[in-house]
């Protein structure tokens, strides 16, 4: 199983179960107006300390479980204050063997390419630990700067899928991303302290975020 914490250069990244319903709620009462547009909608429970509680209980038990995994992103200057959240949902194994990738990032965290880091040690930990063939995101064609994480990070742009997630009460078609975790491909045959440069070689700053622990 992962472990609950992980850091990067500028980053901390931590499992529900390291966090309270207290720092979650601030975090989506904080962002409301940037996240409403883009999220599902919300119950209004959802804005209650009771119920962020009940979503990081269930959190842990798909933890536990191994079939879903999320990190709350905070940096190392404020290991209380939650910046951004990933999360790994519907992990499967068998001949699938895949997850489906969602973020977001506080209002006051943005273009500092946080979330990017914290994807690329993401990728790793599915890749590495957990072990999966394939990571999906869907994002909306008008987000421009979450299409540009998907590029910097290196994801395949698949397809596009009508009506494909329901946004803010609107059913939203989407442009489907996949990354693979290709065993031919060069970086799994050379050390770690090399292979990232080698396989992102055209991606710098990519690489050098693959090599951060
Ligand atoms: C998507 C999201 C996580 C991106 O966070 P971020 O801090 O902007 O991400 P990064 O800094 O790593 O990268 C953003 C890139 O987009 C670019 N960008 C940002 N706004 C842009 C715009 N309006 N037009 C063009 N490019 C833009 C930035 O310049 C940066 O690219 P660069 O590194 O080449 O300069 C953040 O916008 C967010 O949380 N949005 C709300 C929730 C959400 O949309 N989640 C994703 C659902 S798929």
């Known amino acids: 199983m992962p472990k609950k914490e992980y850091r990067t250069e500028r980053l901390i990244l931590k499992a529900s179960k390291l966090v309270t319903a207290q720092q979650t709620l601030d975090y989506y009462r904080r962002n409301h107006n940037l996240f ?12 209650n300390i009771g119920y962020q509680f009940l979503l990081l209980q269930q959190d842990e038990a798909e933890r536990q479980s191994g079939c879903g995994l999320r990190f709350w992103i905070f940096t190392k200057e404020n290991p209380n204050r939650i910046i951004g959240m990933i999360s790994f ?59 540009r994480v998907m590029e910097k990070l290196g994801f395949v742009r698949e397809g596009y899928s009508p009506r494909f997630m329901e946004i803010n009460g609107v059913w939203e078609g989407h442009v489907r991303f996949g990354l693979v975790n290709d065993p031919d491909a060069d ?27």
């Open 36 to 47: 409403t547009p883009l999220d599902p909608k919300r119950v209004p429970a959802f804005y």
């Open 89 to 147: 949902a519907n992990i499967k194994h068998g001949n699938v063997s895949s997850t489906f990738l969602a973020y977001k990032l506080d209002g006051a965290s943005l273009n500092k390419g946080y979330i990017t880091e914290a994807i690329a040690r993401g990728i790793r930990i599915i890749f590495e630990e957990v072990k999966l063939n394939r990571i999906e995101v869907a994002v909306l064609p008008r987000n421009t700067p979450s299409l």
């Open 187 to 213: 970086w799994h045959k050379l050390p770690p302290h090399i292979r990232c440069a080698a396989y992102m070689a055209p991606k710098v700053r990519l690489a050098k975020l693959f090599c951060r622990d």
